[in-house]
């Protein structure tokens, strides 16, 4: 039976030259059939390739141009379009001698290591059970199994179909190869190589149907068109999506058929309604399996990718002449059985909004493990918790107090699990403000959230300290990080939406898809919050544990993830405002000693061995108190004071974060007479740049035996004996012994020796007698004060020495051998820092900056006596300005101190080394 383009090519070419058109067409209509049944040797698990498939993309041109348009068309392009749709697929046609040689050279090899490197390819399972050696393909296994048979038939035929195209074009221009006895004397061979580029232009990219020509001479005064023609083959091949594309008898003849086969029959199985005019495009598929769901939402995807290509260039396709647009793509719906069929669905994936994706690509090791994805899926449920209970208590939160009271009921549980299998469930449930539609939307687009406009209103009407910390909108993402599914059951405090939702991992064979179901509207069974579940992959995060080690005694029936997973959940829960409970056993919050009405918490705790800063219950990082030994929780400001990452405060923030915790702490240390408290606030207080005075007559400190308190001035004076016991790195503390002399229990940390050298000032001027046992430095400094008259300067560790003698310090005196911090010269105080400087600093300067008090970097670093770098201006400025004790200092100050200081030590340089030279 003739197809409409069959017959108006008989027609318009009757009595004319092109007639050899037509009496090739019918000569090649019945051989190539024949040379496409032979297909099936190597594609038996692949859609139909024959002559139906052929026949249906004809059918598929009629309908998009419409049989009034096709009577426009050349004789030429008539032929074209017939011998295209029947010989587009020839190159699928495998032969022995292309066999051997693709094995000769190596090709199939390479493919098939590809294949094996690749876990999400179809045939990643069939290919390991392949090995390579000594260049040549076998089986690992050398028993005879049917299955072998079809294994290297799967192999070739992935790589021949990449590669069939090209193949075609040969088969055309040496139809022999393929014993297809087609005479190639009549009409020229010019046409026969165009029409192997309009083939092989069905496999290839969309920008390159351009190389074609617009227009070719046809037959006699015939003018072809192979652009416009390979246009419409794509297009026809792609809609023929039917029912019916794979034959049920191929696949019988397999031992074991390939999922992915499967999955694309069902694919054309799914589809319900196809209606293909010249006007519009309609399919609809119904699905019952989510991957085959997928497979079809992206057919549907690549058809209205094509349309609207070819759309968009259509003058430069399509001759004027031809008077013809293509149709409209209406409807492309792929419904998937038991979910949504409107709104957010199966099809919508996760996206990353542009700026925030730049802002994250410019960082590395945004998340150090996959454990890490713990932290954001518990802060998730935090934040949501903290809008219910602004939502619900907001007329009864008067301060941070009230807040962690009215948190302690609003619980979040975890249940933890593992199984032999290497999988460990996580499950946690919280009491938060749940999830709707709307917020759905601004999940999926990974940095959007911030977009959320009425979640930000509400979150603005909180106070800052109960805002929440999350932000970015990137934190729920990294769940992919522990698993390639994630499910959440859902229920909206303000919308009452009701959803279960499934993510996938952007990774994995369903590419970052979200199937929601909804429930009735305001269920009543579904209590308001989220339940979060996780089957945790085990070998994602075994290499990456630090947990503590394990009783070997336990009856062992959890895996090692289980624990860094309890670990993670625990390290969280000690600082959480609402009670976390994993498996029924809750973790107490730390209790605080301090919070002021900014939102600051401090904990002092002598056994740690520095400060712990946290922002909103997380560790963070880039801001240190320093000397302090304990924990201060910061909530007394929103989020953007952070980096990207979350773990650091950004360097702009530093002088606001630093001035509101100097205040912050000032008002812990009233409320505390504890002589280390006393002390890290006089470090920070700027005071130290009046008078030693003050510490000396005013600071009072508690005795750790005895009510009483007492003063510097006091032990300098009524003491006659004072101990000095070494406790390592322990807080000094004051003890009163029944002899009336003191014992100072001694640490060596920063903070103390600050302490202990004010005091030993002060017994080095009234010579008390000082009986003490503790390291020979601290000897020695004893020694040291005794004999040497001491002169007060503003910095209360180093006497004032003059540059003279810094310079002319021999080499064997300093170590290491460059200068790295000047002690205090009056006239440039403005350039004071506080210890531990950035790690540009201690790469410019040798050595890592961190003394127990307060210095001047040298604009002049010694190499050598007599060799000297000079560090420019610029460089110097950006390295002591976020450390400088005094933060609002005019820069235009700090820019001539630097230079009065530079040229003063470059004038004693040359005096210097001029007296040495003499």
């Not at 083959?233 to 499967?262: A, H």
């Not at 977009?451 to 009407?461: L, P, S």
């Not at 308001?528 to 075994?542: L, Q």
């Amino acid at each position: 039976m003739k197809n409409f383009i069959e017959i108006l090519l008989e027609e318009k070419s009757k009595d004319k030259t092109s007639f050899i058109l037509y009496n090739q067409w019918i000569y090649d209509k019945a051989l190539i059939p024949q040379a496409l049944n032979s297909i099936s040797s190597i594609f038996p698990h692949y859609s139909l390739h024959n002559v139906t498939h052929s026949e249906a993309i004809i059918s598929n041109i009629i309908k998009i141009v419409g049989q009034d348009n096709l009577r426009c068309f050349t004789e030429t392009d008539l032929w074209l379009i017939l011998e295209s749709a029947y010989s587009h697929d020839l190159g699928m046609i495998v032969t022995s001698d292309l066999i051997k040689n693709v094995i000769e050279n190596g090709e199939i090899q390479n493919h098939l290591v590809r294949i094996q490197d690749d876990p999400h390819h179809d045939l990643h399972e069939y290919s390991l059970k392949l090995t390579i050696n000594n260049n040549k393909i076998e089986f690992i296994s050398n028993t005879f199994s049917l299955e072998k048979s079809d294994i290297f038939r799967y192999i070739l035929a992935d790589y021949f179909r990449s590669t069939h195209g090209s193949i075609t074009t040969k088969y055309l221009t040496n139809p022999s190869s393929i014993a297809l006895d087609t005479p190639r004397t009549i009409i020229p061979q010019r046409l026969y190589d165009i029409l192997g580029k309009v083939c092989e232009a069905h496999s290839k990219n969309f920008q390159d149907l351009f190389e074609l020509p617009y227009e070719e001479d046809g037959i006699d005064i015939d003018v072809a068109h192979p652009r416009l023609i390979a246009s419409l083959l794509r297009l026809g091949d792609l809609l023929d999506i039917d029912n019916g594309r794979f034959s049920k008898t191929e696949l019988k003849t397999l031992y074991n058929v390939p999922d992915s086969t499967l999955h694309h029959q069902q694919k054309h199985m799914s589809i319900k309604h196809k209606s293909i005019n010249s006007k519009k495009i309609e399919l609809i598929a119904e699905c019952e399996d989510k991957y085959v769901a997928l497979i079809t939402q992206d057919w549907f995807s690549w058809i209205n990718e094509e349309f609207t290509n070819q759309t968009l260039s259509w003058n430069n396709i399509s001759p004027s002449e031809y008077n013809f647009n293509l149709p409209t793509v209406d409807k492309l719906d792929v419904e998937l059985k038991g979910y949504e069929k409107s709104g957010l669905k199966h099809g919508t994936r996760f996206t990353v909004d542009t700026p925030k994706a730049l802002e994250l690509l410019k960082g590395a090791n945004f998340y150090e493990t996959p454990l890490k994805a713990i932290r954001e899926l518990l802060q998730n449920s935090i934040d949501s918790t903290l809008l219910r209970v602004w939502e619900e208590n907001r007329e009864s939160i008067k301060d941070f107090k009230d807040f962690l009271e009215i948190s302690k009921n609003y619980p979040i549980s975890i249940t933890l699990s593992s199984n032999n299998r290497g999988i460990t469930h996580f499950q946690i449930e919280d009491n938060g403000a749940g999830i709707s539609k709307e917020d759905l939307k601004y999940m999926v687009s990974a940095g959007s959230s911030s977009k959320n406009i009425k979640k930000i209103n509400r979150i603005k009407e909180m106070p800052i300290w109960m805002q929440p910390a999350g932000y970015f909108g990137i934190g729920f993402q990294s769940s992919f990080l522990l698993s390639n599914l994630v499910k959440i059951t859902t229920k909206s405090l303000f919308t009452n939406d009701c959803l279960n939702i499934e993510f996938h991992n952007p990774d994995s064979k369903y590419k970052g898809n979200i199937y929601l179901k909804s429930e009735i509207s305001n269920n009543k069974r579904l209590k308001t919050g989220s339940t979060v579940t996780i089957e945790i992959d085990d070998s994602r995060i075994f290499d990456n544990l630090s947990f503590k080690l394990v009783d070997p005694n336990l009856n062992f029936n959890y895996s090692f993830a289980y624990f860094g997973i309890l670990e993670e959940i625990r390290n969280i829960a000690q600082f959480s405002f609402f009670p976390i409970k994993v498996n029924g056993e809750k973790t107490e919050r730390i209790e605080f000693d301090f919070v002021t009405t900014s939102g600051i918490e401090f904990k002092y705790e002598e056994t740690k061995s520095q400060c712990q800063v946290l922002y909103k219950n997380s560790s963070t990082y880039g801001f240190s108190f320093k000397h302090f030994k304990g924990i201060i929780n910061y909530h007394a400001h929103d989020s953007s004071i952070l980096n990207i990452s979350r773990k650091d405060f950004r360097r702009n923030s530093l002088q606001v974060v630093s001035k509101t915790v100097n205040q912050a702490f000032q008002e812990y240390v009233k409320l505390n007479n504890n002589i280390y408290l006393n002390i890290v606030d006089f470090i920070h207080n700027d005071s130290i740049y009046t008078s030693l005075q003050s510490i000396l007559e005013t600071k009072v400190f508690n005795l750790e035996n005895q009510s009483d308190k007492i003063s510097i001035k006091e032990i300098v004076a009524n003491t006659t004996i004072i101990f000095l016991s070494n406790t390592t790195f322990k807080p000094l503390k004051i003890f009163r012994n029944s002899n009336e002399s003191l014992t100072l229990e001694y640490g060596n940390i920063a903070a103390n020796n600050i302490f202990l050298d004010i005091l030993i000032k002060e017994l080095g001027k009234s010579h008390k007698n000082i009986s003490y046992t503790a390291y020979r430095t601290i000897q020695e400094q004893f020694m040291t004060f005794w004999q040497t008259e001491i002169t007060y300067s503003k910095n209360p560790i180093i006497n004032n020495i003059t540059l003279k003698e810094i310079i002319n310090v021999s080499q064997n005196q300093f170590e290491p051998n460059k200068l790295i911090y000047l002690p205090d010269i009056s006239r440039y105080n403005n350039l004071f820092i506080r210890s531990s400087v950035s790690d540009d600093a201690t790469i410019i300067y040798g050595e890592n900056i961190a003394q127990p008090y307060f210095c001047i970097l040298s604009p002049l670093i010694r190499v050598t006596n007599n060799h000297w770098i000079d560090i420019d201006e610029e460089k110097y400025l950006s390295l002591i300005e976020p450390y400088l004790i005094n933060l609002t200092e005019d820069f235009n100050n700090l820019k001539d101190s630097y230079s009065q200081l530079r040229n003063e030590m470059l004038e004693e340089i040359i005096l210097v080394n001029k007296n040495r030279r003499s």
